[in-house]
C-alpha cells in the first residue's frame, strides 16, 4: 500500500492570521508541557520532554517571533497608525520579545541538561522561574490573540496576507 503524500508546508500554513492562533495555542500547550516538567524534572521521560520542549524553544518560538517582529508588526503599523490601542501593545509586544531573548537563554540551559539526563542544580529556582515564564507568555498570547490578531483581520488587505504567508513560508522551508 503507498503512502500517502507528505503534506507540503504550503498546504499548512493556510490563512496567516488563523496559523498565527494556531501557533499561540501550541505555545500555550509548549507552557502547560514545561510547567509539569517543572514539578518533577526527575521522571523517566524528562529528558525526551526536556528535547522537545529545547527543539520548540530553539526552533518554533524565534520563528515565530520572526514573524510577528519582521512582517505582522510592520504590516499593522502601516495600516492602523492611527489606532493607538493597537500600537501602544505592539510596542509592549516587542518589548515582550526582546525581554523573551533572555529568558530563552535561562530556560536553555536547564532543558540541555535535563534533555539529557543531568541535574538542575537549584530545582526550586527552575521551578519558579518557569511560573513566572509560562504566566507572562500566557499574557503575552491572550494579547496578541485578543488584540493584534483580531486587528490583523481588521486592517490587512489580500496583498498583506498573502505577502506575510508567503515570508512564513520561505521562514519555514529554511528548517
Given at each position: 500500500m503507498a503512502k500517502a503524500p507528505a503534506k507540503k508546508?504550503?498546504?499548512t500554513i493556510g490563512d496567516p492570521v488563523e496559523f498565527l492562533y494556531g501557533e499561540h495555542a501550541d505555545l500555550v500547550e509548549w507552557c502547560d508541557e514545561l510547567a509539569r516538567l517543572s514539578e518533577d524534572p526527575t521522571t523517566d521521560d524528562a529528558p525526551r520532554v526536556a528535547a522537545t520542549l529545547l527543539e520548540f524553544l530553539e526552533v518554533t518560538l524565534p520563528r515565530h517571533i520572526?514573524?510577528?517582529?519582521?512582517?505582522?508588526?510592520?504590516?499593522?503599523?502601516?495600516?492602523?497608525?492611527f489606532d493607538?490601542?493597537?500600537?501602544?501593545?505592539?510596542?509592549?509586544?516587542?518589548?515582550?520579545?526582546?525581554v523573551d531573548v533572555e529568558h530563552v537563554e535561562a530556560l536553555r540551559d536547564s532543558l540541555h541538561r535535563l534533555s539529557f539526563g543531568r541535574a538542575i542544580p537549584d530545582l526550586a529556582l527552575?521551578?519558579?522561574?518557569?511560573?513566572?515564564f509560562t504566566m507572562l507568555q500566557r499574557r503575552h498570547q491572550n494579547l496578541e490573540n485578543n488584540v493584534v490578531l483580531p486587528a490583523a483581520f481588521e486592517y490587512l488587505d489580500t496583498e498583506d496576507r498573502e505577502a506575510l504567508a508567503r515570508s512564513m513560508l520561505s521562514r519555514r522551508a529554511t528548517v
Open positions: 508546508i504550503e498546504d520572526s514573524d510577528e517582529e519582521d512582517e505582522l508588526f510592520p504590516r499593522l503599523k502601516k495600516r492602523a497608525p493607538e490601542r493597537l500600537m501602544h501593545v505592539i510596542e509592549q509586544l516587542q518589548t515582550e520579545h526582546r527552575f521551578a519558579a522561574f518557569v511560573r513566572v
